[in-house]
């Protein structure tokens, strides 16, 4: 070999483990006790739940990029088993289920990825993600140190972990996933089971950890993750946290963003200020990883929904509503402070805080170093607002609220100060009234096809698998002919013991009664007197789950159905009990095993139009075909006149209906200051749960559409109609002198002088601005919608926004005296609230 040939191997060599050193760099992470580190660099992340099952494909491209305009670097999201396994070692992965696509799109929008395998994942989902085949394993016991279910759940996360290799998505294989997690939550259950619980927390740990992703796992709410796996935090707050060890960054995956809907529940709401108040409280702290949970919370599709009691809308009050629409002022809060914390990011992720006090219950955190100097001015009192003197300079605090100073001394954002507008959302009715036909879902019998008998009272998912919600107990009763109370008219009490979660009564084939439970006591009592006749009397009951429970310890052992005792008081011989007589079971209804939610299977059956169809008459299917309406604003059937049941359209279901069950409670007004919790800001008290119900723009084609509903409680369809989902108004409601993002772009290009804010105004996309509906600078009370005038208002306030408003999709007004015709109050801070229409 020449001496030169030597070299030229030499400098290949060299060549080649550069490149693999420089790889190592570009495509690696690991983490300290500042942050996780992407490629050599530490990050302060902001990361959005988004769960792919809960939109649909077709919306996916338009929610991730308005996570990325809203400022998120990471989308996370659980992976749903019952979703991908329906049956054991059937897989699927398509449709709304097709996880790869959903990473892929988010790698394409240059987005970073979490993706929390679980395979527990909670989430309000039905079962809390276990196929409930699962519970049909031999030996099995959920989430614990016990062989089955850890075989079982070992194969579901490498089946997982292999495909995201296969398919290069991990971030050291050039892929946008950074992070994975393990089990959801478990900390909580393992304090109570103790020994194997611990045994079990230490193997699902050596268990991811052994299948070799290349980047961290985290395990949420679990103080004792093993290293090097990642213990994270859950909550509306986490500025207490800590990390089991100081190797390891503050992580927060969920930062709830509001809160699910129950049925009979009402709608929780989450200030948009308490929210970012919780996000900067955490991030002064040092925490360097937040995800709000959820960003867009979406739909549970089908019966999808956990339980028991999920409503059908995972809406969650999330930055991004249900529809695909951004939420305001929540999202535009969220980006604001997304621009603001990014400015700090050197100083944040080089130095520690230092903190002092700034009075009783004010603080400044520091984060000073080389690379800058950050600070953040933080007003804990729920009530005052406050000056505090900080550097040389004084600063306004409102209650509740930190102030963003990215170089130590200019205030670009406060938690408590909007600088997004508001907006408020209409629902439209769209196209022509229905015209239905109905199908009668008899009451059935114990001489039906597919019944089956039994001595007793069968647990009711034991028997169903799930496979419906609706499952028959049919048993029958004689009377002789010489009973007392066919004389004395005194009818015989039914009392039914369920355990949820619904129910309805039929005797001789006539409905008799309706109970249901509610999340928090699933079970029910039927008690009634009941009009019984001489010799046999068909008594059938029809029990309804309302999705399985998906949280707590053991959920997997909590029964539905009717498990009585069943008894009849009043009877010459005293009390019957029925419970151990001859019961018959039917699982589903007909018009389930007919299909008649899709064309086919409607085909089958005559259906009863016109004058002839029945009034609100309960367990009736009704159908209608309908065109689909222009445009591209997000749908929804309001249907406010029905009970209970189920809806399909083209044959996909989009969900329990339930506008039956009337929301509990009081609301009351909402003050973002003070703690907030899922009690607090409540709406919809004393109107269904959930009324408007999404359908897809891509389930629909553009005409012959098949809508069926099946309704039980004996709704009137008629009041169904179709609605698009628009903007009605839009509001604005800034301070004077309030900190603006813009002072940092003068501040940073040399112009010293302190900007006023503005209200920026714009209608979506095909809306302009026609109408302004209220304007007053002054001191103005009310929000967005119920704005008034209080005791100062400039006389000139509508002008300005009339001028440069009116007409136009979006304009802006600066916030200050001379715009609106003079001082209207001197000696008073004033604020600018305005309301605009959008057509
Ligand atoms: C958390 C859980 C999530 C979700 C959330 C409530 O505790 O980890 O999966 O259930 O509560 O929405």
Sequence with gaps: MGFGVLRQNMFVLLLLLLSSWVCSVTSSV???????????????????????????????????????????????????????EPSPGKYYFEDRYDLVRFIKLVQQAGLLFHLRIGPYVCAEWNYGGFPVWLKYVPGIEFRTDNEPFKAAMQKFTEKIVSMMKAEKLFQTQGGPIILSQIENEFGPVEWEIGAPGKAYTKWAA????????????????????PDPVINTWNGFYSEFFKPNSNKKPKMWTENWTGWFTEFGGAVPQRPAEDLAFSVVRFIQIGGSFVNYYMYHGGTNFGRTAGGPFIATSYDYDAPIDEFGLIREPKWGHLRDLHKAIKLCE???????????????????????????????????????????????????????????????????????RLGAQSSQKKMIPVGSAFSWQSFNEETASSEDDNTFSNNGLWEQVNVTGDASDYLWYMTDVNIASNEGFLKNGQDPLLTIWSAGHALQVFINGQLAGTVYGQLDNPKLTFSNNVKLRVGVNKISLLSIAVGLPNVGTHFEKWNAGVLGPVTLKGLDEGTRDLSKQKWSYKIGLKGEALSLHTVSGSSSVEWVQGSLMPKKQPMTWYKTIFSAPGGNDPLALDMSTMGKGLVWINGQSIGRHWPGYIARGNCGACNYAGTYSDKKCKTNCGEPSQRWYHVPRSWLNPSGNLLVVFEEWGGDPTGISLVKR????????????????????????????????????????????SQIKFASYGLPQGTCGSFREGSCHAHKSYDAFQRNCVGKESCSVAVASEVFGGDPCPDSSKKLSVEAVCS
């Excluded at 990361?47 to 305009?69: F, N, V």
Aim: charged share 15%; net charge neutral.
């Design 206 to 225: 050596e268990m991811a950890i052994g299948l070799n992703t290349g980047v961290p796992w985290v395990m949420c709410k679990q103080d004792d993750a």
């Design 726 to 769: 628009t903007t009605g108004s839009v509001c604005a409601d800034i301070f004077e002198g309030q900190p603006t993002l813009k002072n940092w772009r003068m501040i940073s290009s040399g112009n010293a002088n302190r900007l006023q804010p503005k209200a920026h105004l714009w209608c979506p996309p095909g809306q302009k601005i």
């Design 346 to 416: 050197p100083a944040l992720v080089s130095a520690d805080p230092t903190v002092s006090s700034l009075g009783n219950n004010q603080e400044a955190h520091v984060f000073r170093s080389s690379s800058g100097c950050a600070a953040f001015l933080a007003n804990y009192d729920t009530s005052s607002s406050t000056k505090v003197t900080f550097g040389n300079q004084q600063y306004d605090l409102p209650p509740w609220s930190i102030s963003i100073l990215p170089d130590c001394k200019t205030a670009v954002y406060n938690t408590a």
């Design 30 to 84: 690991s983490y300290d006790n500042k942050a996780i580190i992407v490629n050599g660099q530490r990050r302060i992340l902001m990361s959005g739940s988004i769960h792919y099952p809960r939109s649909t494909p077709e919306m996916w491209p338009d929610l991730i990029q308005k996570a990325k305009d809203g400022g998120l670097d990471v989308i996370q999201t659980y992976v749903f088993w019952n979703g991908h």
